[in-house]
């Protein structure tokens, strides 16, 4: 980040910052760009909305001229529903890979749909491994379609997307990635891994504000996807074909958000793209571990999966510390933190996303110091059950 981004970020404007995986901390250019009103009819709208949807296309890398870009009103979920009523014929049958609440989501959202499907569950946080994908694939000729999530934001676990998709194709079935959390920041390149659509949204690593989400697919898929799905507003092959023939979003678009997301579009592009993107929250990741660790915490996660994009640190055993209390201290010292999402042992989460560069990370590190002096807590080091939880990745 530039000295100018450093002038004028969250705390000069009296916020906190928010280490959560969106809404996140947004830069000023962000919110400045969101100060006027657009018609959602006029051509200077149906522009903003075509140079989006051509960037987002662009990060694709090689290979993006066989797909398109369809904006989605609402927040990430739906476009996550759209993706999966429109791609999924009415007698398909998923294999949802879940190990989080988002692959739990899909799974619930396949249920209100009506549509067949099965769930590979892993628990809170264990990878779907390919062997594992190509052995049920094989078992069930039915299953036409694997759901998985790239980055499972629940634990932060970076799932083994290439060789799920390896998998996936191997028996002849297609794949559908969450990619909610991870795009812009992590490679999905269609050259390197083989996908038929993904989704991600506006308040994630693209660093805009929430308000709507966003459907990649091969052009081919959009094409078969007519008629397909169960709902009107999230009918992806509508509001494409809408889109391309008008310029314009089918029902209202949120003008602002995608004045907003414009501007956070370029300040991406400006930083790299998805590699310099990557870089700068790889390295929040690394400056917030090594200090954490230092302090005694412990990650639930290996080095090997654990994401750029957030992490989740086991609670100290300690008697002293309580959740609400460290994170109303952290907040008083200007950091959001986020409560952790395992069933069997309490953690909370630090996002490593949004504006925020190493600088701030060690001052996250040098709160979370203070905090446990504060509250009295001698030892960060998590209790003996989470340990023996977490030795279950290794085994
Ligand atoms: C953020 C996120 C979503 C969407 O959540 P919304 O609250 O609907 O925006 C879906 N999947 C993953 C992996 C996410 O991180």
């Known amino acids: 980040m530039t000295s100018d981004h450093r002038r004028i970020d969250a705390p000069k404007l009296g916020e906190p910052y928010l280490l959560t995986p969106g809404p996140l901390t947004t830069s000023y250019e962000v919110k400045e760009a969101m100060l006027r009103d657009w018609g959602s009819w006029d051509d200077d709208f149906r522009a903003m909305t075509r140079e989006m949807r051509t960037r987002l296309l662009a990060l694709l890398g090689p290979g993006a001229e066989d797909f398109d870009c369809v904006p989605m009103q609402g927040s990430g979920s739906f476009s996550v529903e759209a993706m999966l ?28 749909l009506g549509r ?68 812009g920041a992590i490679d999905l390149r269609p050259s390197d891994i083989r996908f038929e659509a993904m989704v991600s949204s506006a308040n994630k690593c693209i660093e805009g504000v929430p308000g709507f989400g966003f459907i990649i697919a091969r052009k081919s898929e959009l094409e078969a996807a007519r008629g397909n799905s169960h709902s009107l507003s999230l009918d992806i092959h509508a509001q494409w074909a809408a889109m391309e023939k008008t310029g314009q979003w089918r029902f209202t678009p949120p003008t602002h958000v995608v004045a907003g997301f414009l501007e956070a579009l370029r300040a991406h592009e400006a930083e790299g793209g998805v ?121």
């Open 85 to 112: 009523g429109s791609f999924i014929p009415k007698d398909g049958k998923v294999l949802v890979l879940a190990n989080g609440a988002y692959g739990q989501r899909s799974a619930q959202t396949m249920a209100y």
């Open 116 to 183: 067949d499907h099965i769930v590979l569950d892993k628990g809170d946080y264990l990878p779907p491994r390919g062997a594992e994908v190509a052995q049920i694939l094989a078992d069930d000729p039915a299953i036409t379609h694997v759901v998985a999530i790239h980055c499972e934001t629940s634990s932060g676990i970076l799932n083994p997307i290439d060789e799920i998709s390896e998998a996936t194709y191997a028996a002849g079935r297609k794949l559908l990635v969450d990619s909610m959390s991870a795009f």
């Open 275 to 395: 590699a310099g993107r990557g870089a700068r929250y790889t390295r929040n990741r690394d400056v917030v571990v090594e200090g954490m660790r230092g302090l005694g915490f412990e990650t639930l996660l290996d080095d090997r999966w654990l994401s750029p994009i957030i992490v989740t640190f086991f609670c100290p055993a300690d008697p002293n510390f309580e959740f609400s209390r460290f994170y109303d201290l952290m907040k008083a010292k200007g950091f959001i933190i986020y409560p952790g999402k395992l069933t069997v042992v309490d953690s909370f989460r630090i996002g490593c996303i949004g504006q925020m560069d190493e600088h701030v990370m060690r001052q996250v590190v040098t709160a979370a110091k203070a905090t446990l002096n504060d509250m009295g807590v001698a030892s960060a080091a998590p209790p003996a059950a989470a340990l023996k939880e977490r030795a279950k990745l290794a085994a």
